[in-house]
Structures are given as C-alpha cells and as structure tokens.
T-cell receptor, first 114, second 115 residues
Framework: QKEVEQNSGPLSVPEGAIASLNCTYS??????FFWYRQYSGKSPELIMS????GDKEDGRFTAQLNKASQYVSLLIRDSQPSDSATYLC??????????????FGKGTHLIIQP | KAGVTQTPRYLIKTRGQQVTLSCSPI?????VSWYQQTPGQGLQFLFE???????NKGNFPGRFSGRQFSNSRSEMNVSTLELGDSALYLC??????????????FGSGTQLSVL
C-alpha cells in the first residue's frame, strides 16, 4: 500500500519568514514527486516537481528530495499571506507527469500571519 | 486557452441512484485522470484514460467506471450510489501523461452529495 504522509497542521508562519513543509513516502520505487497548492474551495495547482535527489529552486520555492530517506520537502521563502493554502505532496511510480496515478498526502494547511 | 471544464458543478443524488460526470480536457490534451477528494481520505486516484483506453486504475470498486471519447472528453459514472460516495470529483488533463515535464491541470470539480 503506497502511502504519503504529511503533518496536517495548521502550520503558522510569520509573513516574510521561511515556511518549511515536509512529506515522507513509503514506496521506495517512487520516481516522481510533486507539490500542489490548493486554496480553499479551489482545485489543486502544481507548483513544483522534482525527480532526482537534491534541491530544485523556482522563484521563492525550493523542493528538496532525499530518496534514501524517502523524504520530500518544500521551502517557501519570503512567505506572503497569499501563500496561505493547503499544500499537497504527491508521488508517482513513474518518471512522468503523474498520469499513471498520483498518490497524495492529505496536505498541510499553511497559514501566513501578516 | 480554456482550462479543464467539468460539469455539472454540483449534484445531489439519493442512495441507489447512478450519476454521470463530464470532463472536457484542455485542447490538445489526450490524457484524462479522475480523482476523488474527501476530507477524510484526501485525494485518491480513480483512473486515467488516454486515446479512449483506460491505462491506469486506482483501488475503487467496480461501481466506478469511466470512458473517453475520440475528442478526449471523458465521462465518469458511479452506479448504485452510497452515502460514502459524497465527495468532490476532480478531473485532470495532460498532453500525454508520460512526459517528465508534463503537468496535470485540474478542473474545478463536481461536488457530489448523496442523501
């Protein structure tokens, strides 16, 4: 049974600080890793994908992957109130966009305090 | 470019009925995936279609089925509805579903309530 675990939160971070979101997964065969952001009442939106060990940066977002530890993280620098949302970690067994069926964590609710 | 369109936005059904949900992918996208989202279980993969063929399937009972048409539009059907089927059903599309740099684009979902 593939599992993706996230702390449900809420995680409260002051505006301008770094928000750190963590995720662990159970299947060592996982190849692709994604972070989605979901605002309340809206659909998930992909913000980061990562496929190899190490860091991947995109603007204020950095995804980190450690396959040996089965651990994925997302750092949000200079957090803004507009970053307040639920962040979903997702993994796929294939090296692709995830159409083979993503396994999602239940999400971490992030609150950025002005 | 229009996004992923799901209809209807809301549905109310009673136990034992069946329901059909519709999804129109982004123009040019040929892969359509369906997910169920509930507060308790989160987002769970139902199935994925590509070129009118089901390529991948999640762990849901046979009451959940789908199909894809030649224009890539997809429908999802749930028969003999149960109270536990109340959920937000999300459709996602991508170009082929297999490329490393491909993205899944989600629709706004259909909120199904079973009474």
């Amino acid at each position: 049974q593939k599992e993706v675990e996230q702390n449900s939160g809420p995680l409260s971070v002051p505006e301008g600080a770094i928000a750190s979101l963590n995720c662990t997964y159970s299947d060592r065969g996982s190849q692709s890793f994604f972070w989605y952001r979901q605002y309340s009442g809206k659909s998930p939106e992909l913000i980061m994908s990562i496929y190899s060990n190490g860091d991947k940066e995109d603007g204020r977002f950095t995804a980190q992957l450690n396959k040996a530890s089965q651990y994925v993280s997302l750092l949000i620098r200079d957090s803004q109130p507009s970053d307040s949302a639920t962040y979903l970690c997702a993994v796929s067994l294939l090296s692709g966009g995830g159409a083979d069926g993503l396994t999602f964590g239940k999400g971490t609710h992030l609150i950025i305090q002005p | 470019k229009a996004g992923v369109t799901q209809t209807p936005r809301y549905l109310i059904k009673t136990r034992g009925q069946q329901v059909t949900l519709s999804c129109s992918p982004i123009s040019g996208h040929r892969s359509v995936s369906w997910y169920q989202q509930t507060p308790g279980q989160g987002l769970q993969f139902l199935f994925e279609y590509f070129s009118e063929t089901q390529r991948n399937k999640g762990n849901f009972p046979g009451r959940f089925s789908g199909r894809q048409f030649s224009n890539s539009r997809s429908e999802m059907n749930v028969s003999t509805l149960e109270l536990g089927d109340s959920a937000l059903y999300l459709c996602a599309s991508s170009y082929s579903g297999g490329g490393t740099n491909e993205k899944l684009f989600f629709g706004s979902g259909t909120q199904l309530s079973v009474l």
